[in-house]
């Protein structure tokens, strides 16, 4: 994580935090609905399949290998997250406030709900310092 871009987000500005330079796991969840696992998984077979397809006419790679910030991470397979390199399938973070955790672990991320800069969407990123700014404390 960046330090640089640690103790200047919304926990910050609203609660009169102190700044701070490092950050802790408190608290993860994987939570997952089967129902949008299956849908998800039907994707990536599908991606799969056109990328199968573009490969044999064009003879080449079609997509070029994406790195993140979170690759590296060496407890992915101990936390049972396999991702499909072949599809770029990334490990990506989301901040939020404690108010909001109920309805996404109900209903998932939804862009419905969810406003941002660049307006509606479901915003993540692969730098914990960069989630970190969206986070309020629990009161």
């Not at 701070?20 to 077979?45: E, P």
Request: proline fraction near 4%.
């Amino acid at each position: 994580t960046d330090p640089r871009n640690l103790g200047i987000g919304r926990d910050v500005r609203d609660s009169g935090y102190k700044g701070y330079k490092s950050l802790r796991l408190a608290h993860a969840w994987k939570i997952t609905s089967t129902f949008k696992r299956d849908v998800y998984d039907a994707q990536k077979k599908k991606i799969t399949s056109q990328l199968r397809m573009v490969k044999k006419q064009k003879g080449e790679e079609v997509i070029p290998s994406v790195t993140t910030k979170l690759d590296d991470w060496a407890n992915l397979t101990q936390l049972g997250i396999r991702l499909e390199e072949s599809v770029n399938e990334k490990l990506m973070l989301h901040g939020t406030k404690p108010e909001f955790l109920l309805t996404i672990a109900q209903n998932g991320l939804d862009e419905r709900f969810s406003g941002g800069l660049f307006g509606k969407g479901v915003y993540l990123a692969e730098d914990p310092s960069k989630i970190d700014q969206y986070c309020t404390p629990h009161p």
